[in-house]
């Protein structure tokens, strides 16, 4: 646990799971500003999981799901939450722990 | 036969029972049926154990699986937390009846990025109602989500349609709410539930806490507006009262004896109707509780059940004062036919020592209850309060066919009727016990004030208690009023008195009237006498006289004879 620092190392992969409901447009449009994202600051070295409720409700329980569209960090640990349709890249970024400034903002 | 009810259409209002002691009464039915229920209160007022029995009590009950959405609590503390009032959370969950689910929410841990519902939630919720069928569904407390989610936009707009969509899923709902500072609820839940909104409150009078509870709002139906005290203890909850306050209580015709022949004598020959609620007031020591001692004992003979709820003396102390007059209780207590409860009202609040005292009826039911007296609640809290929980207490001894036997001390010597109005009214019979004060005595009397539907007698009888019970006796009823003790005793030994000198005189006079009946008697038989004498006297006169002048025609035939004898 304790050499996995958040924001540097070069071999950390990153999961994300991505909990939407349906094809609803906040869902389509969260899922292309994260690929955006991922593009721009992980490539090559993510994976994205599309977890649809309407499919298999039983799986938000594990991660507490409420809001939708939710986006789960599940590795590199610690596990992060944000929820949204990731418009605002910015909070995504400092959500992602991608970008260590603004902290200070809300 | 739930088409048929969305054929019969939107008028009626279903409701849905909630099981729980007391609140089906107070909402005439239950929760409305397939609509959310606001529940509110201030924090520990009782939210949550109210909503988790509303749902274990349908599950049991009625049958209706339910789900509990827990947003404060994990399942593990809830089903610790309920374990203390006899739902078996675990049991209920393994039967499929139930399904708690606990909602995590932690406002550090959410990073908002745009756009957004709460569809997620509203997923996870009908999995748990589709999971084991549900009817009806707890929302404990949606207010957590308004610390995990800072665009309250979104989040009003989102409850809106979740309990637009609760309406839809036909789920009686129940949300629970903290009571805000100007509002019913800190995030004005209330806005969103306009069916049914109930608070709870937890209020300290006299430093004695009292739970309350009260209807706010109930569309489409009447409801009691009243604040309503109401109890949690081993078995749930329950709130006063536990029957409704109608006046449809069934009526019996059955008489049963006061155990005191003289009193039954007073009430029509036949002693007070079963079910009835008789009424003994008196002031200190004019002998309510031997009228009680009475009562039980008659009752206990007939193998009936009897109640004695003393609220001033122990069972022990009642007991052998009752046993001084005759009175052994002992036994029938051994036999289990009667039941003693002693303690202080004071104890504990109002509202818990009369739902105890429901629960003992409910659990030993009895033919009789005893209340002696019935004032200790009086002294205790306000009056009006007071006189209300007195009110429900003898509505529901009533409603259950159970004659109540209720005495009541009175403060001074002759107000017990002003001081009894309130609670006199409810009362079919009165008997009212007196202190009759002359010559340096004290003594008791007794008169029935009223019966309903009893032709009693008018008279103030002396109450008299001796060491074989309790006696009545006549009065006397004298131009100086009524007399009782000695001076009863001196009038009585007055009037033999009289009576003996006017007997004394009758057969005086009877005896002047033989003397003279016989002095008038010898009077005609001497007259008898003398004219019987002058009679014989008389006659022989008239036999003398008639002799002579039978002679003189003798003399004159003969010289006739004689003188022809010459002539020829």
Redesign the interface.
């Known amino acids: 646990m304790d050499g996995k620092t958040r924001n540097s190392s070069e071999d950390e992969f990153w999961i994300l799971k991505l909990?939407v409901?349906g094809q609803?447009p906040?869902s389509v449009?969260?899922f292309r500003?994260l690929k955006k994202i991922c593009e721009e600051h992980l490539e090559g070295k993510y994976q994205i999981k599309i977890i649809d409720?309407?499919k298999n409700?039983?799986l938000?329980?594990g991660d507490?799901?409420?809001?939708?569209?939710?986006?789960i960090r599940q590795l590199p640990e610690p596990v992060?939450?944000?929820?949204?349709?990731?418009?605002?890249t910015e909070?995504?970024l400092?959500?992602l722990d991608l970008q260590p400034a603004k902290k200070g903002s809300f | 036969m739930e088409e048929k009810r969305k054929e019969v259409g939107l008028e009626i209002l279903e409701k849905s029972p909630t099981g729980i002691k007391g609140l089906d009464d107070i909402t005439g039915g239950g929760l409305p049926q397939a609509r959310p229920t606001l529940l509110c209160g201030s924090a520990g007022s009782g939210k949550t154990l109210m909503a988790l029995e509303f749902l274990v009590r349908g599950a049991v009950l009625f049958n209706e699986p339910g789900v509990y959405m827990a947003f404060e609590e994990t399942e593990q503390e809830l089903i610790r937390n309920v374990a203390s009032l006899g739902f078996d959370l675990k049991k209920l969950i393994a039967e499929k009846k139930l399904t708690i689910?606990y909602?995590?929410?932690e406002r550090s841990?959410?990073?908002?990025?745009?756009?957004?519902?709460?569809?997620?939630?509203f997923?996870?919720i009908?999995?748990a109602i589709d999971q084991v069928g549900a009817k009806r569904v707890v929302l404990d407390t949606l207010e957590a989500?308004f610390s995990?989610?800072s665009n309250t936009g979104i989040l009003r707009a989102e409850l809106r349609r979740l309990f637009r969509w609760l309406k839809n899923k036909g789920v009686t709902a129940i949300i629970t709410g903290e009571r805000g500072e100007s509002a019913l609820t800190r995030h004005g839940l209330e806005e969103y539930v306009s069916d049914c909104v109930i608070l709870l409150e937890h209020v300290e009078r006299n430093h004695i806490y009292t739970r309350r509870l009260r209807i706010v709002k109930y569309r489409g139906s009447k409801h009691e507006t009243n604040d309503f005290p109401f109890l949690i203890d081993d078995d749930g909850i329950s709130i006063l009262p536990i029957t409704s306050l109608t006046l449809d209580h069934g009526v019996s015709n059955e008489r049963i004896s006061s155990g005191v022949a003289a009193l039954d004598e007073m009430l029509g020959g036949a002693g007070f109707y079963r079910g009835s609620s008789i009424l003994i007031s008196g002031t200190a020591g004019t002998g309510k509780t031997s009228l009680c001692g009475h009562m039980a004992e008659a009752a206990c003979r007939r193998g009936e059940k009897v109640l004695y709820l003393s609220f001033e003396e122990s069972s022990k102390q009642i007991m052998r004062n009752l046993g001084s007059i005759g009175l052994h209780l002992e036994q029938w207590q051994k036999k289990g036919l009667l039941q003693f409860h002693a303690e202080r009202v004071s104890i504990y609040g109002l509202e818990a020592h009369l739902t105890s005292m429901h629960k003992l009826i409910d659990a030993f039911k009895p033919a009789v209850v005893i209340l002696d007296p019935i004032n200790a609640y009086l002294s205790n809290d306000d009056e009006l309060e007071a006189k209300t929980m007195i009110v429900r207490l003898i509505d529901y001894i009533k409603s259950n066919y159970i004659t109540g036997f209720f005495t009541n001390l009175t403060a001074g010597a002759s107000v017990e009727e002003t001081t009894d109005m309130k609670i006199s009214s409810l009362m079919d019979c009165w008997l009212l016990l007196r202190d009759i004060e002359e010559n340096g005595e004290r003594n008791r009397g007794l008169y029935v004030l009223k019966s309903r539907g009893i032709a009693n007698s008018n008279q103030i009888r002396e109450f008299l208690i001796t060491a074989q019970g309790v006696e009545l006796k006549e009065v006397y009823l004298g131009s100086t009023g009524i007399l009782t003790g000695s001076s009863r005793e001196v009038q009585e030994l007055l009037d033999q008195e009289e009576e003996m000198r006017l007997e004394e005189k009758i057969k005086q006079l009877e005896l002047v009237l033989e003397r003279k009946q016989k002095a008038i008697q010898t009077q005609i038989e001497l007259s008898e006498m003398q004219m019987k004498s002058d009679e014989i006297e008389i006659k022989d006169k008239i036999d003398a006289l008639k002799r002579q002048h039978k002679r003189i025609d003798l003399k004159r035939q003969v010289a006739q004879t004689s003188r022809t004898k010459k002539g020829a």
């Open positions: 909990y409901a609803s906040k449009t969260a500003n409720l309407l409700p039983q938000g329980k507490q799901i409420l809001a939708i569209p939710t986006l992060k939450k944000i929820i949204g349709d990731l418009s605002n909070r995504v400092v959500g | 689910d909602v995590h929410i841990e959410i990073e908002e990025t745009g756009e957004h519902d709460l569809e997620g939630l997923i996870r009908n999995q989500l995990g989610f």
